[in-house]
Every structure is written in structure tokens, then in C-alpha cells.
């Protein structure tokens, strides 16, 4: 049984990291699913979806749907992941990548395997579309941490982004950077090259550390 017939049902997903969503199954398509808690549409790429199940009576009875949102793509065609970050360009959305902390902000491009993302707290960032757990794009009144518009650059870097993920973290080297978040002292420092898909960094205390590419989440310069 796939997710696909089971539209207009109640489910509970676990994804990578024991992450539980549940709400009612609104879309499916090829490599994304969508799924409304009551209060917002969650955009979810399938690939991090661990196991799923069916709500029970009562787990269903506790559900209060809230006036629907509009989601953000055409009924008409199959979603995908990138037409829905493509649809999501410039509007204000929560993301959900790593640790146990959501990013808030907007997308400001698509590259081949990584979006590039502006949030009010950590400025421009790198994500990898591979380690993208669910997006959820604000209603249209909503500013994160209650900006102003005039607080939110339109165009917040004169950075120019490479196509690929690896190449535009190359393209760091000798820069301060954090990655993942800084979700552990060994995610900051210096980078001082990638050799064997693995990057050289430099940490405050001028000792070396290799990071696996494929680990890397999040890039953002100090």
C-alpha cells in the first residue's frame, strides 16, 4: 500500500532522525508529499520518510482543523520537490534541516543539489536539498520574528552561487564558516580545502578536522 491512495487520510510519518509529523495526507508525488496538520501544509521530500502509519479514532478526534491555507502549488500538476521550492521562492517559510531547531527565512535560489536560503539570524545560507526534512511556507500576514519588509533584504548577498553544492563550499575556502547549524565545535573554523570528498577545516584552536560532504547540511559564513 503506498502513500498515494491513501489521500484524504489521517497518518502519523516518522522521518530520519525520529522525527514525528501527523496530519491528513493532502498530495503525493513523485519524490514529495503533503501533509496538513490542522494549522499548515508540511512539504515533505519521501526519501526521509522512515515508516508510516494509519491515526487511530481517537488520535484522529484530537485534530482541529483550522480555516485552510492555500498551498502553494497547482492542484493541476504533480508536485516535486523542486517545483515547490521553485513555488516558495521569495515567500517567508519554515525549514526544517538539522538539529533540533527549524530555519526561518526565504529561498532565494535553486541550484543543482542545494537551495540557497536567507534567515534574519544567520543571514545567507547553503542547504542541501539532500538533507531537506520538510518546509512549511508561512501564511501571507506572517514576518519571521516579526519583522518589518524593510528588514528583509530583497537581495541580501552580492555572492555569486555555484551549480553544485560541493563547488560553492569550495568556493569558501579561507573563509569563516559554520556548518550543520553549529551543532558541535568541529562544524566551525577555516576552510582550508576539500580533498576526496571530504573538507579540510581549520578549528579555533588550529587543529585540523575532516568532514564527510555527504554530512553536511547547512553552510553559513560567520
Not at 516535486?80 to 526565504?106: C, D, P
Not at 575556502?173 to 553549529?182: H, R, T
Amino acid at each position: 500500500m503506498n502513500l498515494k491512495s491513501n489521500i484524504g487520510k489521517y497518518v502519523k510519518l516518522e522521518l530520519s532522525g525520529k522525527k514525528l509529523l501527523s496530519g491528513m495526507m493532502v498530495d503525493v508525488g513523485s519524490d514529495l508529499c503533503v501533509l496538513y496538520n490542522g494549522n499548515d501544509y508540511l512539504y515533505i521530500p519521501t526519501v526521509h520518510i522512515q515508516n508510516w502509519q494509519f491515526l487511530k479514532k481517537d488520535e484522529i478526534d484530537e485534530f482541529t482543523l483550522s480555516n485552510d491555507p492555500t498551498p502553494i502549488y497547482n492542484h493541476n500538476e504533480e508536485i516535486s520537490l523542486r517545483k515547490t521550492l521553485t513555488s516558495a521562492k521569495g515567500i517567508f517559510t519554515e525549514i526544517y534541516v538539522t538539529s533540533n531547531q527549524a530555519l526561518h527565512g526565504y529561498i532565494i535560489s535553486i541550484m543543482n543539489n542545494y537551495f540557497v536560503f536567507y534567515s534574519p539570524i544567520y543571514k545567507t545560507m547553503f542547504i542541501s536539498l539532500n538533507h531537506l526534512k520538510w518546509l512549511i511556507p508561512y501564511t501571507n500576514h506572517q514576518r519571521p520574528y516579526g519583522l518589518s519588509n524593510a528588514s528583509l533584504p530583497v537581495n541580501p548577498s552580492n555572492i555569486t552561487f555555484a551549480r553544485s553544492f560541493e563547488i560553492q563550499i569550495e568556493k569558501l575556502k579561507g573563509e569563516l564558516i559554520v556548518f550543520n547549524i553549529g551543532e558541535n565545535a568541529n562544524v566551525m573554523g577555516k576552510i582550508q580545502g576539500i580533498k576526496d570528498n571530504f573538507v579540510e577545516l581549520i578549528t579555533a584552536k588550529g587543529d585540523p578536522v575532516y568532514l564527510n560532504l555527504q554530512h553536511i547540511k547547512t553552510v553559513h559564513m560567520t
